[in-house]
């Protein structure tokens, strides 16, 4: 119908992960997904997905979804992305077709100077570079997943699309730590956030489910994947939210401590003798829920509760009294909350943890119906009682559409807009 390049690949890059996605911007297809994991290690294995919503209501992961799975040595990302082209190109959507319009890149910390989605260049890339100090675990990934599509493309319009974008409109006084100015602006220490592509989406999805306009309403977004955050976002723009500097503040994660007295650090470093980076390990990657009770899947940690193992119902009440608080605080923050919405793994998925965060909040106007809230599904939905005064929704976040559509948008600009 028409030659107009209309296509977007979205990559995620980790550090020895990749994870893809194509779509159609005339339609928001999904044409094809995947993932590159173990990248470098002698078991790397790449598993490509045509079609992921051709007729599977679970996105592909059933058997017969026409899955193709490589193993075998990928030594970098270049190698990496070359075999994602292969594979792409095997179904006749190759890296080198003229449909695709740009690739749009998961950037995770912008700092404050990216307030919005951005077409890479040299410039960019040294900004990128600069913050690696505040993101040295995901910046360094996300370059080489950048550099590595440029090489393979460079006629192509590269789009960073940065987590901490949608944050950058908090106002300084949730923003700011309360510590010397000085000292915080010399380092760059401030509250940034992360997620802020799923905060996005999900806030204007909630809107829509709502049937009014995102500048009318006012949501509490709770992200509650392996990684959780909550965010306060106010007529569409997010005032306040749970991590900080790093991803490390705010909820009870699946690996993470979330708040903390920071004294903590100061006593496991002077009193138990660890070093700095055990307790980066420690309330990074053993704490959360996997600290308080060896699992961090929510799944799990159920499965427990009701055989009635204690550790487990312990993990499982922390982490829900922090989303109450959280709750409760951007209630206060918000003045008037329309709707609290619960997204990610977790949040989709996970019945109980949903009335659990809200029982005994009825004064905030918030409940649960038990029939409502036992459903399951893909679609976004309310699950309050018809008459509650605030609604609580459950809205599946799809950041990688979020990505394409933001990607898209700014190449597309001044272009003719396909309905
Ligand atoms: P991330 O992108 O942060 O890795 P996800 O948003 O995919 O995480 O969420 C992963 C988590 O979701 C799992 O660790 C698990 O705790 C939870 N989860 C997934 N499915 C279910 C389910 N059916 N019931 C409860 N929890 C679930």
Redesign the pocket.
Known sequence: MTSRATRVLVLNSGSSSLKYQLLDMRDNARLAAGLVERIGEETSRLVHTPRPEGGDADGGDADGSGKRERTGPITDHTEALEAVSAELARDGLGLDSPELAAIGHRVVHGGLKFTAPTVVDDAVLAEIERLVPVAPLHNPANLTGIRTAQRLRPDLPQVAVFDTAFHTTMPEHAARYAIDVATADAHRIRRYGFHGTSHAYVSRKTAELLGREPADVNVIVL??????SASAVAGGRCVDTSMGLTPLEGLVM?TRSGDIDPAVTFHLKRVAGMSVDEIDELLNKKSGLVGLCGD????E??RRVDAGDERARLAFDIYVHRLKKYIGAYTAVLGRVDAVVFT???G???AP?REAAVAGLETLGLAVDAGLNAVRSDKPRIISPRDARVAVAVVP?DEELEIAQQTFALVDEGRTVIA
């Open positions: 992200h509650l994947g392996n990684g959780a699946g961090n899947d929510m799944r940690i159920r990610a793994g977790v989709e998925n996970a943890v976040t």
